[in-house]
């Protein structure tokens, strides 16, 4: 299969349009995957284009995965307004029903950072049949996601530790406390926004979830 379609548009959310940005492969088949990503806070200038989120993209193009970023409520194009965190989840769950419709029997992987990966976190909790869970730099101890101490699903964690926004020794803390355990991708020499450490991330993560999905 190869990535072909890309394409930006307008999904229908719960509080208005929210603008997207998708990418489809050929001959996508049930039991394939499909991937929805989650992008940095909004009022701290998060996009669905911020870089991490488009390293998030391009492993999942590189996998040959179908995927989707998009704009929270009240970002970019997105109508509506920021909602701390609560609403953000249901614009997750209508792009991840979109994506659903667009690819049947596919299974969904949620992918976020930072604040967004708070709430994909959120949204494993809520919606049917999550395959796998990406948290990149998720912020322990805000927007509730951190509370739960179950995972429903097999689930990959990506600290940077240099992290000056999210502490790393905290994640480290809270992670060893879920179950089940995550697929650790620890680099050292990056900081929270990843900045020259970009293509270690994509490549870690490809490897990382090349191995897991395969196994189901």
Not at 53 to 76: D, K, S
């Amino acid at each position: 299969m190869a990535v072909n379609n890309a394409g930006r548009g307008l999904i229908a959310g719960p509080a208005g349009q929210l603008e997207a940005a998708w990418q489809d492969v050929a001959a996508s088949a049930p039991g394939d995957y499909a991937a929805v990503i989650c992008h940095p806070h909004p009022l701290h200038g998060g996009t669905m284009d911020n870089k991490v989120v488009v390293t998030l993209a391009r492993a999942f193009a590189e996998l040959e995965i179908p995927a989707v970023r998009f704009n929270f409520r009240g970002t970019g194009a997105s109508e509506g307004a920021h909602d701390d965190g609560r609403g953000e989840v249901d614009d997750l769950a209508a792009v991840a029903a979109w994506m659903g419709a667009r690819h049947p029997g596919a299974r969904l992987v949620l992918a976020g950072f930072s604040f967004g990966a708070g709430v994909a976190g959120n949204g494993a909790q809520r919606l049917a049949e999550v395959a796998h869970l990406v948290l990149v730099a998720p912020p322990v101890g805000r927007y509730g996601f951190s509370e739960q101490r179950t995972i429903p699903c097999p689930w990959t964690l990506v600290m940077g530790g240099r992290d000056e926004v999210v502490d790393p020794a905290e994640v480290r803390r809270w992670a060893g406390t879920m179950a089940p355990p995550p697929t650790w991708l620890d680099l050292p020499e990056a900081g929270h926004f990843f900045h020259g450490q970009l293509i270690q991330l994509r490549q870690g993560l490809v490897a990382i979830l090349r191995a897991r999905l395969r196994e189901g």
